[in-house]
Structure formats: C-alpha cells, structure tokens
C-alpha cells in the first residue's frame, strides 16, 4: 500500500509546493517511485517542476469540490504502487479536507 503525503495549509506563501517538491526529490533518491500531484487551483507551482512529472488535477468547480474529479484522485492514490506527494493549494484546503473526511477517506483525529 501506497503512503499518502498530503501537503496542506490554509495561507497561501508559506512553502507548500517547495516541501512537496523536496518530499518527492528525496522519494525518488530512496525509492526510485514516487506520484506526485498538484491540486492548487490557483497557483499550480508544483506542477512546473517537469522532472518531477507531476499530474495536474482540477478539483474545484464553482468554489465546490467536483465528485467526479474527486474520484479521479481516490482513484490514483488507490491504483498507486509508489508513494504519493499531493501538493493543495490554500484556496481549496477547506474543501479538500472536508471531501476527505465526509468520503471516510481521511479520519479525523480529535484531541481528547
């Protein structure tokens, strides 16, 4: 099973897409295998690192994460034999975490 590096934050500006690129660098000088995906609707800078070969997804539709498009990343992370780099951009941080929650994908962890 695949590991699943998801680099999220609410503010745009404090180095997500460069974490994401030095995560994958360092996946791919251990491993040789890494899938790397850049959901940032509005500054995709992760998808510009073309040794990287990341995948662009558009998740986002009227402010609204889209089912389908959704789906067509639990689909890659499932079908994935390599470890995953997702890098999210501010402006669907909420959004995606939600879908992730709501779809059982992702469980929220809560401080007792």
Not at 82 to 103: E, H, K, P, Q
């Amino acid at each position: 099973m695949a590991n699943v590096h998801m680099i999220l934050q609410g503010k745009g500006g404090v180095g997500k897409s460069f974490i994401a690129s030095l995560l994958a660098q360092h996946q791919l000088a251990t491993t040789k295998s890494v899938m790397c995906i850049d959901t940032d609707p509005v500054n995709a800078t992760f998808a510009g690192f073309k040794a990287l070969n990341v995948k662009r997804l558009e998740l986002m539709e009227n402010d609204v994460i889209n089912a389908r498009k959704f789906d067509d990343l639990i689909e890659l992370i499932a079908a994935s034999q390599s470890d995953i780099v997702i890098d999210n951009g501010a402006s669907t941080f909420i959004a995606l975490s939600r879908a992730m929650i709501i779809s059982g994908v992702w469980k929220e962890k809560r401080a007792v």
